[in-house]
């Protein structure tokens, strides 16, 4: 077996297990934050995958090319659509210059450490659906349950919708500068300047 296969065997059974100890932790919503899907007799299932390939269709559209493709090189597409068929998200999608603008020495890392980023893609989505404008009347301080090791985000004062992790210093917040990009019966999508990386996954290196 070639290793481009092996990788790629790898990520997902690493995609799988991120995604059911999210599910176990979303049946504890009151200490994760993460927040179960309703379930309504008569109602229209829920088609996660067709719900990911507009949304991704989407943020191509407006110019998010570099996250729609991180996430399907690292497999957190699949590790998205398995959750999305469960539970509400809120993903902060990073601009493509939130990339680009990356210390060449973490941009390569994330760029060949699929697993890595994974992670990092994990960390910029939250347990519940919130909107731009349910955001913006929340106060400083408020937190949010990320996927990334039930890590937390919280609201940072500033000048928007900031949110962030103070601790991780100057990649420890982003604007929300894309409010509302697509938004779903289960998940919402904001664009956001920067991207966040734990130092956890830079001290792997």
């Known amino acids: 077996m070639d290793r481009s296969r092996v990788y ?15 599910l176990v932790t979303g049946i504890h919503a009151d200490e994760s934050g993460f927040t179960a899907a309703d379930s309504a007799d008569g109602a229209e299932p829920y088609d996660a995958e067709a719900a990911y390939a507009t949304m991704a269709a989407r943020l191509r559209e407006k110019g998010l090319t570099l996250f729609v ?3 399907e090189r690292s497999l ?13 998200l809120t993903l ?11 210390p060449p020495v973490t941009r390569r890392y994330l760029t060949h450490r699929a697993s890595v980023m994974h992670r990092v893609l994990a960390f910029h989505m939250l347990g519940r659906k919130i909107s731009a404008a349910q955001l913006a009347g929340m106060p400083a301080g408020s937190l949010f349950t ?14 928007g919708i900031v949110l962030g992790k103070p601790t991780l210093g100057a990649q420890g ?5 894309l409010p509302d990009l697509y938004s779903d ?7 956001v300047d920067g991207v966040m990386v734990p130092d956890i996954l830079l001290d792997l290196q």
């Open 8 to 22: 790629r065997l790898r990520a997902l059974v690493a995609a799988i297990i991120l995604a059911q100890a999210i």
């Open 146 to 159: 990320t996927g990334f090791e039930e890590m937390e985000l919280e609201r940072v004062e500033g000048e």
């Open 185 to 191: 019966a289960q998940m919402v999508v904001h664009g």
């Open 92 to 102: 902060l999608a990073p601009i493509n210059s939130a990339f680009t603008s990356l």
């Open 69 to 71: 493709s991180n996430m």
């Open 173 to 177: 917040s982003v604007r929300v500068v």
């Open 76 to 88: 957190f597409n699949t590790t998205l659509s398995f959750l999305l068929s469960r539970m509400r």
